[in-house]
């Protein structure tokens, strides 16, 4: 099964998404999540958080359409995203699509994109989409669609990533260590349809950009 997260950060690119969601996808909005849905006149199967962001008569809505309301106390530790993501494995989810889950604040933003590290929620294959990039945690190896030009970046999170390999790029990776806070893996080419990474120990960010490379 396959969950598409609508977060409540900023959704560039909207007129986009239908094109990104499939008949069974399972929709869930992560609290202010369901303001993106309600724009794109989109009916969540699970609406979940503290519901701080989300109008009386909108809740009632999508309580009356048939939504699943799951709300969690406002004083809580987790984001409504992570509530969001939790819920999703909880519930046999292998592949969670997220729109919306960057945005203005630099804190949610870097806390949302961590999330996929979290040892509760790893072993889900978790996608961020945001206008013309795609984002992905990369732990063992990972196959990345792509097309030849696009801009593909590894950034190592939580450490130092070892033995790192790459193929379809054009400056590869054999079995080489990318070190935590430096930049040696940003601002790589495709240069095929399909491109392999893979890394022994660690983990990489992977952000494939249709955007220019630059520095």
């Not at 992560?30 to 503290?50: F, R």
């Not at 008569?57 to 048939?66: E, I, K, P, V, Y």
């Not at 494995?89 to 889950?101: C, D, Q, T």
């Not at 430096?182 to 491109?195: M, P």
Request: aromatic letters at 6%; hydrophobic letters at 45%; proline letters at 2%.
């Amino acid at each position: 099964m396959r969950a598409v997260i609508f977060a409540n950060g900023v959704l560039r690119g909207n007129q986009a998404v239908p094109q990104l969601l499939q008949p069974d996808d399972l929709i869930i909005a992560a609290d202010g999540g369901a303001n993106h849905c309600l724009e794109l006149g989109l009916q969540p199967n699970v609406l979940i958080g503290d519901l701080d962001s989300v109008f009386d008569d909108d809740l009632t809505r999508w309580r009356d359409a048939g939504t699943e309301i799951i709300q969690h106390d406002s004083d809580k530790d987790e984001n409504d995203l992570e509530l969001a993501l939790l819920y999703a494995k909880e519930n046999a989810v292998m592949e969670v699509l997220i729109l919306g889950g960057l945005g203005a604040r630099w804190d949610q933003t870097i806390a949302n994109l961590l999330l996929p590290a979290y040892e509760k929620i790893r072993g889900i294959s978790v996608t961020f989409w945001d206008q013309g990039q795609w984002l992905y945690l990369v732990e063992g190896e990972k196959a990345i669609h792509g097309h030849e030009g696009q801009t593909l970046s590894l950034i190592p999170i939580g450490g130092d990533a070892e033995g790192v390999s790459t193929q379809g790029l054009k400056w590869s990776l054999d079995g080489e260590t990318l070190i935590f806070g430096a930049t040696r893996g940003v601002s790589n080419l495709i240069v095929a349809d399909r491109a392999v990474i893979s890394v022994r120990k660690g983990l990489l960010l992977c952000i494939v950009s249709n955007q220019e490379s630059g520095n």
